[in-house]
C-alpha cells in the first residue's frame, strides 16, 4: 500500500466530486437510469445525504483525493439500528486493506454520529444486504464483525439473493407492546 496516510472522516460539501469518481469507477449501475452512468442523479444523492441529518457519509482520502466512502441511513430516526447502504473504494486502492480500515472506522463514527447528533442513545445494530455472488463483499463485512442472519432471494431481481448481515453495536433491550392492540369491534 502506498505509505501515504489515510484520512477518515465524515463527508463535507464539496466532497461529492471525489465520492462520485469512486461510485463511477466501481459500481457505476447503481445510478444508471436507462443511459448509462448518471453522474448529476449521482450528485444530487449525495448532496441530498450530507444535508440530511439522518444520512451519515464517511470518506476515506489520501492526501487531496477520495479513494472511498461509506453512506449509511437512520430513517425515518429508527432507534435501534441503522442501514449501510452502500461501500465504495477506488478501484486502483482495491486489496490494499483500505475497505476494512474505512469499513471499521467508518461504523464507529455513525454510531457515534448517531448517538450526539441524532440523539440516539439506544442503537443497537447496523445492517446490510449484500448480494451471495459477491463473496469480496462478504469476507470484508465479516472481517469487520458483521454476521449473515438470512436471505432475501429475489430482492433485486429473478435470480438474486440478497444476505442480510448485522453487526451489534449497543447492547439494547428491545421494548415490547410498542406496537398498536387490536381494537375491539
Known amino acids: ?6 484520512q477518515i472522516r465524515l463527508a463535507i460539501r464539496g466532497d461529492e466530486r ?9 459500481f457505476p449501475q447503481d445510478f444508471n437510469y436507462g443511459k448509462g452512468f448518471d453522474r448529476e442523479k449521482c450528485r444530487r444523492f449525495f448532496r441530498t445525504a450530507l444535508n440530511d441529518e439522518n444520512e451519515i457519509v464517511i470518506v476515506a482520502k489520501q492526501g487531496d483525493k477520495i479513494i ?9 430516526p429508527t ?4 442501514y449501510l447502504n452502500m461501500i465504495g473504494i477506488s478501484k486502483n486502492m482495491q486489496g490494499q486493506g ?3 480500515k474505512l469499513l471499521i472506522k467508518g461504523d ?8 450526539e447528533v441524532c440523539g440516539i442513545p439506544n442503537l443497537a445494530t447496523i445492517y446490510l444486504s449484500t448480494s451471495k455472488d459477491n463473496p469480496v463483499g ?13 436471505n432475501i432471494p429475489g430482492l433485486v ?6 444476505l442480510v448481515m448485522l453487526k451489534k453495536v449497543g447492547d439494547v433491550k428491545y421494548k415490547t407492546g410498542l406496537w398498536a392492540k387490536k381494537r375491539k369491534e
Open 18 to 26: 471525489g465520492i462520485i469518481d469512486v461510485v463511477e469507477g466501481t
Open 98 to 100: 483500505i475497505g476494512i
Open 68 to 76: 472511498g466512502f461509506i453512506h449509511y441511513e437512520n430513517k425515518p
Open 108 to 115: 464507529k463514527l455513525a454510531v457515534r454520529y448517531i448517538k
Open 79 to 82: 432507534n435501534g439500528t441503522v
Open 138 to 150: 462478504q469476507r470484508l463485512y465479516l472481517k469487520a464483525g458483521y454476521i449473515h442472519v438470512g
Open 157 to 162: 431481481g429473478k435470480g438474486n439473493i440478497e
Open 1 to 6: 500500500m502506498n505509505k501515504r496516510r489515510i
